[in-house]
């Protein structure tokens, strides 16, 4: 419970996750009639740099007490991680068609997902640990 409730930073992110989740499922439920990937794709970044933005505050990242190094490797793939995520978020401005469109809705939905597990894992091993 202190690592998802303990104070509003914790509170907040694990409201973008679980908001995440939900948002995602109902896409994929109502993915045979919808007509505008675009604006989700564009509603999928602005959540998934929030997510970010809120995670790095929860952890402190960039500060002394961070709880994932600035060098570390995996401070490293995350980066990667969502650098990736801008590339599809300006691809989704390049490529205009529907299908493209919902190929990087899933594409930013796995990015979006994957390093959310590697924080999480990370953050409760590292409560194991302490």
Known sequence: MKLYFSNLSNIISTVLILGFGVFFCIVYAKRGNISHWGLLVACLFFLGLLMSIMSG???????????????????????????????????????????????????????ILLKTVMVELYRILQLLHA
Do not use: C, H
């Open 57 to 111: 505050m929860k952890d402190n990242i960039s500060t002394a007490t961070a709880l994932i190094p600035a060098g570390s490797w995996l401070m490293t793939v995350l980066s990667v991680l969502g650098a990736l995520g801008f590339v599809i978020a300006i691809a989704a401005l390049i490529f205009r068609k529907q299908n493209v469109w919902q190929f990087e809705f899933y594409l930013l939905s796995a990015v």
